[in-house]
């Protein structure tokens, strides 16, 4: 049985502390605990330990690890970097820090409490990769005090066999005082409030951190014009879509600046972009941001009805390409940077070339993900695009992307993070609008806000959805996604969009044409929380593995 280690799994900046801290970990007694990267602030300074080793009837001791490279002249130590050695201190550095842990424990409230009095402590310097020889000796570092290459073997037992002589005033720690004294090191029993938001704030600044690293492979694209960049649901197509129009509107690279025009189709992916876009710098903003229907518009031409296809898919494109013919230089364009473009119509390409400076060779830029096609429109550009792949997915907790994956257009790379299982609750077409509103409650007495919960259906809209869309126009519905407030919508507006806890309504048999489409989406918009309510049987149309999945993480949950 291993010793207790924290944290289980470190993050080590150098080989050596990973060495030495993995050769403890399988070679140290079960009651013994193995603390790496201990760091202690107090009034002088801030102190940093590699390890320090918590030891039953023994000691503490702290332990300072050096890596190849260190040598020995004089009684200085060194260690070469760069091409030069620089003078260190490795065992005055090992010693203040062990004086600041003392120094932090015996103060420490619950140790004064306990009636403990001072216990032993001791330092050593460990270089697992540098020969010192058995006749090492300085003044402040006996051979005892230091463990090289050699002694690598023995090292747990070579820690343990502190000299009798060694602090004889201060008695070996007994297992309470060892208890008592890691509970202080780790903070443990001191009492802060916690939300259930706190992992998922942390998860939300691991998610944007992984999605501007993603953004490198914008540099991909600096010399290529048109570019389809393909990736499943949270693979951060969104924001690396928002960061191409800003870096080809302020000009990147050696590049001139650009008149940009940032495009999707859904009005609250829009809003999004927008709300996003006033953030910026002036000089970094779009010259046009909006829907394809926004910038048709923008050019004098009014909408039609939503009901009337021939409109959208023929006479609208016609009228915008002769439009686009006659723009000004100055209203024409350079690039246009097109997000959720699958669910452009092939028509709807043409007067966007025709709109650019240069039809021949004028930036087109493409984020798309196939199996989020939810319209009965099937256009790319007649143009011929490079493909470029995200395979990531970065933006959903690894539970939740589990349940989708099996839809993805291709094998992604889990990287969200761990959250709680999904959660999926069985209800008829019928019943599964009360179902999910029940969901929302029992979400809210977990303690999620109001403004990071979505309940988004796959059918019928929800009452609560048709109420505010025939009080408020579409931007003024959309505007309400951006308030501290449950959010009701449907699956085919809300792409591109995402909220924290999500409760999908399945409010149908499964049996009509692109369910596999909604339910892709739909269950892609949660990042941290989703509960599923609807009948297994009828989401089994999906796929049977995304059932088997969802069934399999439920029952898991209802069991722990």
Known sequence: MPPRLVPAEPKFPTDSERAVWARLRDALRPQDTLIANYRLTDSAKDHEADLVVVMPDVGVLIVEVKGAGLSVRE?????????????IDPVGQARETRYAIQSYVESDPRWAQSSRGRIRYAHSVVAPFTTLGDDFDLPDCPRWMVHDKHDQAALAERLADIPLGFETHRPAPSEDDCELLVEILTGRS????????????????????LTQEQGLILSVTRL????????????????????????LTQGRDGRRPQRVALLCYSVGLAGHFKREVAAWPYKQRPAFVGT????????GIASGSRDDSAFWEERLPGLMAEQAAELPPGQRFDSFVVDEAQDFAESWWHPLIAALHDQHDGGLYLYSDENQRLFQRFGNPPVPLVPLMLDHNLRNTRQIAEVFRP?????????GGEGPEVKHVQASPDDALEAADDQVEALLDEGWEPGSIALLTTGARHPEQKSLQDRYDQAGYWATFHEDDLFYGHVLGFKGLERRAVVLCVNEDGTRERFKERIYVGLSRATDRLVVV?????????????????ARQSNSQENQ
């Not at 014009?225 to 800003?246: D, F, M, P, Y």
Request: a negative charge; hydrophobic letters at 35%; zero cysteines.
């Open 224 to 247: 290529l014009n048109r570019v389809e960049i393909r990736g499943g649901a949270g693979s951060g197509k969104t924001v690396l879509a928002l960061t191409q129009a800003r870096q």
């Open 407 to 415: 839809l993805a257009p291709s094998r992604m790379r889990l990287q």
């Open 190 to 209: 001191v009492h802060a409030a916690r939300s259930v938001e706190d992992a998922s704030d942390e998860r939300q600044e691991r998610a944007d951190h």
């Open 75 to 87: 009684g200085q130590w060194y260690m070469w970097r760069d091409g030069r050695d620089e003078p």
């Open 534 to 550: 609807g009948d297994l049987d009828a989401i089994s149309h999906a796929g049977r593995e995304v059932a088997r999945e969802l």
């Open 292 to 299: 394809f229907e926004a910038l048709a518009n923008s050019w």
